[in-house]
């Protein structure tokens, strides 16, 4: 069965430095979308994507964020500069059709644990 | 604002009983979608159940089956015949039908662990 990957599981680094995680959703899939979980807390909306842009984005999705297609397959989220509060597990999810709609189904990756030291 | 609430941060249960999980929800929206997500350990979160605001019949899937009541704001989750595999975090999520861009929002989970 089809799967959404995440690479790397688990990313260590220092406050300041960019970070890009990175995601393969479902190849047939069109919508994206990534969450974030930090330790204790709810898993939290960030962005949707589609059409190689931005459908939504929660408060939580400031400059230091962006997202990406760049190729036919993979999708990623860069944090520009991190700082200690981006230390989380981030889900990328993906669906085939539109949100609302009767397959929306979002699919999650397994996620990429984030470190910030 | 929709918020999701989960009461019970974690419960057990024996192999094949039965047990249910609370989840109530805050909205001004009447429309809308309510899903119950299960995540086992180390695994990703897969989709159990689903259930749309406008249909009065509570949804079922095999052994997982939701009460919902929507003047209470309540979407519990029931497992009957609970097996081993059924332990994990369980996530109530809701999802707003208008205007929406696939934001699910989530509650803290409760994680679930089967006795055998």
């Known amino acids: 069965e089809p799967e959404v990957t995440q690479t790397p599981s688990h990313q260590v680094t220092q406050m300041g430095q960019e970070v890009i995680l990175r995601c393969v959703p479902i190849?047939?899939?069109?919508?994206f979308y990534w969450y974030r979980q930090i330790l204790g807390q709810k898993v939290e909306f960030l962005v949707s994507?589609?059409?190689?842009?931005?459908?939504?984005k929660s408060e939580i999705f400031d400059d230091q964020f962006s997202v990406e297609r760049p190729d036919g397959s993979n999708f990623t989220l860069k944090i520009r500069s991190t700082k200690l509060e981006d230390s989380a597990m981030y889900f990328c999810a993906s669906s085939e059709t539109p949100p609302g709609t009767g397959d929306d189904e979002q699919y999650f990756g397994p996620g990429t644990r984030l470190t910030v030291t | 604002a929709q918020t999701v609430t989960q009461s019970q941060p974690e419960m057990s249960v024996q192999e094949a009983e039965t047990v249910t999980l609370s989840c109530t929800y805050d909205?001004?929206?009447?429309?809308?979608?309510l899903f119950w997500y299960k995540q086992p350990p180390s695994r990703q979160m897969i989709l159990v159940i689903r259930?749309?605001?406008?249909?009065?019949q509570n949804a079922t899937e095999n052994r997982f089956s939701v009460n919902f009541q929507k003047a209470a704001k309540s979407f519990s989750l029931k497992i009957s015949d609970s097996q081993l595999g059924d332990t994990a975090m369980y996530f109530c999520?809701?999802?707003?039908?208008?205007?929406?861009?696939?934001?699910?929002?989530f509650g803290k989970g409760t994680k679930l662990s089967v006795k055998p």
């Open positions: 909205t001004s929206e009447n429309n809308y979608y």
């Open positions: 259930q749309e605001a406008y249909k009065q």
């Open positions: 190849s047939n899939h069109l919508y």
């Open positions: 999520a809701f999802m707003k039908r208008r205007g929406s861009q696939g934001n699910l929002i």
């Open positions: 994507f589609y059409n190689n842009e931005i459908s939504e």
